[in-house]
Every structure is written in C-alpha cells, then in structure tokens.
C-alpha cells in the first residue's frame, strides 16, 4: 500500500491499535502563512510519541501522522461542528493557540476551498489508515482495543478551569468502549495515586467517537496527559525560551510504567 511520507503505520497482530494523531511538528505548505513556525508546533503532543515507544514492542499496531495540528486537526469533526458545544475548543484547522494567539499573519487564514484542500491531503489518508488497521484486526481477534494517545499543558484558562488533572480518560461518556475495560483502566489510574479523571473536560475526541463501536468489537479509549504528569513543565505561559522542555526518560519513567501497565490490561481484556 503506498502510503505518503508524513503517514507512517507499524503493522502488529495484538489486539491493540494505537492513535498518534498531534505528534506532528511537519507544517506541511503552510508555514509562509502563519505568524511563526514556533507557534504553528507550540500546540504539538511533546514527546508522546517517544513516551509511547514501548507499544510496539507489545505486539501493537500504531498509526502517526507527522503532519501538525496546526495543518489540520485528525482528532476533530471533519464538518467542523464542535465535539464541546458550548465550551471553547479548537477547530479542524484552528487559527489561534491554545493560549489564545493567532497563529496567521493577516490574510492568510485558511478558507473553505483550503479547509477541504487539506482534508484531504492529510486528514482523510490518516483516517483511511485507521479504518484499514481496524479491520485487519478485527479479523484476528473478536474484540480490539483503541487507545488515542494525547497530551496538553496543565494549565489553559482559555480551554478549562484551574490544573487539569494528570490523567483524562475518555470513552466519549461511556459509549466508546465496554464499561469492564474502563473500569480497569479506572483502577490503574486511581491506584497511582495522582489525579485523574474518567469523561471530564476531555471525553475523546473524533477518533474516540467515529470508531468507538463496542457493539461491533471495537473499544475506544482516549488518554489526555496533563504535560506535567512526564515532562518539567513551565508554570508560566509557553514561550519559545521555555516550550517545549526537552524529553527526560527518568523524568517519564514513572508515568511509562503506568501507561504500559494500562496497554497490557487492555490488551489481555481484548483476548478475552
């Protein structure tokens, strides 16, 4: 299958499938529009990529774009609509940060014919991807787990109140995956005796709910980090002088050992 260069897919046979959809730091054509290349990645999942390594290792396949969010978002509704009605969010292709900054120079925001320009080119491939890597799966086992793996700055008065918890486990209220496997997950989390919370502020995003289909074997879970949770995250606003902090293993180590605890679970509660 040819894939384009920015996709990349590691093919496994557990009943595992894992989503790394805002890695990217790739500005794709882009980057002459916008205000900075700084802040055209400021908003990228740092290192989640790297914190996740071991899943292959597990037998998991793993799906993940190098195109950034600031191109276009993977994770939200290709029509546009909003996953958080009422509460601010990020769009498909969103035009200020997190923190509420513009990231185009004037006239340079994408249009219409642009926003379909780059469904297609990025948005629709990655998704292609995960429906073919579903369905692989699928034919080898009754029931799979997908885990959509992200992380965001603990602090973002624009998106959410107060210190966002360290660990944000979605299954879209429930109906993304089987009430068993959440509870486990659940378990793990309460058991590491840092915060947590089970369909908070972040309840899954599209993945989480496009594919999410227990009734058809297809358990979704989504795990938002606070950044604080495995990197030395900056108490002050992101700046290029302070964001992002460089990856630091044995800082990470703690949280690794119980995110490979959580994709074992899941993967043994998949075999049944």
């Known amino acids: 299958m040819n894939r384009p260069s920015w996709l990349s897919v590691h093919q496994g046979t557990a009943p595992l499938l894992v989503s790394i959809p805002h890695t990217g730091t790739d500005l794709a054509d882009i980057e002459a529009g916008l ?3 700084w802040l055209g990645r400021c908003d990228t999942d740092w290192w989640i990529e790297t914190l ?10 793993v799906v993940r774009t190098n195109i950034s969010r600031t191109v276009i978002d993977v994770n939200r509704d290709p029509s546009g609509a909003s996953l958080y009605p009422g509460q601010t969010t990020t769009t498909l292709c969103p035009t200020e940060t997190f923190e509420g900054i513009p990231l185009y120079r004037d006239g340079f925001e994408p249009d219409a014919d642009e926003i379909d320009r780059r469904r297609r080119t990025f948005f629709q491939p990655y998704h292609d ?8 799966l699928r034919g080898l086992h009754e029931n799979i787990v997908l885990y959509d793996c992200h992380s965001i700055r603990s602090v973002l008065p624009r998106l959410f ?4 918890p360290v660990f944000n486990l979605g299954t879209n209220d429930g109906v993304s995956a089987d009430p068993a496997l959440q509870q486990m997950v659940t378990e793990i989390l309460a058991d590491t005796g840092e ?3 089970v369909n908070g502020r972040f309840k899954g995003g599209w993945i989480t709910r496009r594919y999410g289909r227990p009734e058809n074997g297809v358990h979704a879970l989504q795990m938002e980090l606070s950044c604080r949770g495995y990197m030395r995250e900056p108490e002050v606003p992101s700046e290029p002088d302070n964001w992002p902090m460089p990856y630091d293993g ?3 180590a703690p949280i690794r050992a119980t995110l490979t605890n959580i994709l074992e679970t899941a993967t043994a509660w998949a075999r049944g």
């Not at 996740?52 to 396949?61: E, K, P, R, S, V």
């Not at 109140?161 to 966002?164: M, N, S």
């Open 35 to 37: 205000a900075s290349p």
């Open 161 to 164: 109140e107060g210190r966002l």
């Open 195 to 197: 915060t947590f919370v």
């Open 129 to 136: 991807a995960l429906q073919v890597e579903i369905d692989r």
């Open 250 to 252: 044995a800082y990470a």
């Open 52 to 61: 996740y390594d071991f899943a292959a290792g597990l037998g998991a396949t």
